[in-house]
């Protein structure tokens, strides 16, 4: 990581946005400063006028109600996002692509907004003939197939709050998150298609159900059409209740804080947080951020390489680009299969123009070679975005050249699972772009850089980033758990949301996210906790002690060190260890480096000192007083032990 701020600090380039675009777009610097003036001096005009873009059965008197720190969007209003996502465009573009599906293995599906618009409906009637009412949590553990955002739609349009469990992690997350869900039904599949082999959903939900009595009905979508067994009375296959479901389905009316829904993230606890959104905000939010930084007309074809298990597949494969009426393009597989040239020859084979994807991906990229990018027509492409973790300088000039030609502006994005839709970023027709810098806040967006104890910092200085006020697609709570939500959130620094990150701000006010201060790790864009990694370590029965931090790693942001002692007498291989992780949360998590040692490096208290085996991990010098420690011969001893 000092390698990459070093380079961040040292990086002067800037990208002016190309004059074409400029000339080309709503959201020029002039619109951009006027509204985001008007939404910090006005901003309940400035999201009821936005608000006014989309459908409301019954229209919103007032934008925000804040009673720190619980807001309330639009709270008189009743809406349904379903009904904006799908109904609001079938005048103008029913006969318009809203989904361009391929699957690994090359199948190719295309669902127009009125074909879109009738599955979902199907699927709505479906669930409620099964009893699903308004409020009832439905989880869904898919592949990403159509079927996702079909589901979705669906719970969306009758009220029933999904929870998208990623489909890579294992039986036991799906478990734990189904429970604290309390889902009555579950949607999944035979299985799905990844590298080249099948991952088994079906398998891994039956093992899961075991532990989750609450779950009435599985349904299952025929995906890969392997014989999957069927529990009589609780598992439908999809097609036969679509099949027998009508294709009229009338909208429910939702007020506006109708929850939409939960989507599990890793803290600093070992417990998973249910991050809640609910349905008028997050729509008004995911709406105008994707259309201030994506602009998608009806001749683009829309690519966010996100998986719908992931908050940007929520806001920036779903609920942004269909509201927006746009033509979104999925695929199911690997970056790599068959090899490194999948991403450029789908953008040539189906004309893509916009790219959102993760710095680690750019990174593999990079490291595959610019051969597998060059051998294929890229000319379709004309806006490129980041998203999910801090992109280095190199990586975003090697995606701006070496993707985009030279001609795409490429957008930067900071958000969170918690913040529902984009922070910071720099709009393609109106900033110039700094590499490496997330950018300018979003409207109504009001960040500072804080010390730990609420003082403001001026450019450049590095601190905490803070919000000073509420948004609309803000998380509303962690289910379930409301002190969990004021203590993570609004509590850390009083009054102000408190991000988890270190970031700085320069004197133009760009924000250059750092990466997490607290103990949450970012593998591949993917959020992991290190005291969930050191729970499942634990778990396994010859494992002692374990203690989990980050080392940095040149493709995928951070790495995963595990320090390990084992119960005296007992014995266990690196790789053991690494697959019991990878059962008990999902391959995501398993482990690059464990060490096995004869004890860790604790206070007298007890309390493990992470600051020194991050330095080890990182192959640094020990620094820093270690005369706090029982034993500061442990050090020695960690470090000569062998990284298997
Ligand atoms: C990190 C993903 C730097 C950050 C949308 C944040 C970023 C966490 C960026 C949220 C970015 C996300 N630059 N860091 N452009 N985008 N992050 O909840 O540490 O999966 O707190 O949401 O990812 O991850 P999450």
Sequence with gaps: MTQSIENVLHEHRRYAPPAEYAARVRWTRDAYDRAYARSLQDPDGFWSDIARELHWFRAPTQALDWQPPHAQWFADGTTNIAYNALDRHLPTRGDARAIVWEGEDGTQRTLTYHELHAQVCQLANALTRL?????DRVTLYLP???????????????GAVHSVVFGGFSASALCERIKDAGSKVLITADGGLRRGSTVNLKASADEALK??????????VNRTGQAVPMQAGRDLWWD?????????????????????????TSGSTG?????LHTTGGYMVGTYLTTQAVFELGPDDLYWCTADVGWVTGHSYVVYGPLLNGASVFLYEGAPNHPDWSRFWAMIERHRVTVLYTAPTAIR????????FVQRHDLSSLRLLGSVGEPIN???????????????????????????GGIMLTTLPGAHDAKPGSAGLPMFGVDPAIMTRTGQELGPDEGGFLVLKRPWPSMLRTVYGDDDRYQQSYWSEIPGVYFAGDGARRDAEGYVTVIGRIDDVLNVSGHRLGTMELESALVAHPSVAEAAVVGRPDDVKGEGIVAFVTLQSGATATADDVRAHVAREIGAIARPDEIRFADALPKTRSGKIMRRFLRQIAAGQAISGDTSTLEDPAVLERLQQAPAQ
């Excluded at 009893?131 to 409020?135: D, E, K, N, S, T």
């Excluded at 990403?144 to 009758?158: G, K, Q, S, V």
């Excluded at 417990?271 to 991050?275: D, E, L, M, Q, R």
């Design 393 to 419: 300088p190199e990586a975003w000039v090697w995606y701006h050249d070496v993707v985009g030609g030279g001609h795409c502006p490429v957008v930067d994005t900071w958000w969170q699972t918690e913040t």
């Design 364 to 371: 593999s990229f990079m490291r595959a070679g610019d051969a």
């Design 131 to 135: 009893g699903v009412h308004a409020g």
């Design 240 to 264: 036969d209740l679509l099949r027998d479901a009508s294709a009229e389905h009338a909208p429910a009316e939702l007020n506006s804080e109708h929850p939409l829904f939960i989507l599990y």
């Design 144 to 158: 990403l197939i159509p079927e996702a955002a079909i589901a979705m739609l669906a719970c969306a349009r009758i």
């Design 211 to 220: 532990g989750t009595p609450d779950i009435e009905h599985v349904i299952v």
């Design 271 to 275: 417990k998973p947080k249910g991050v």
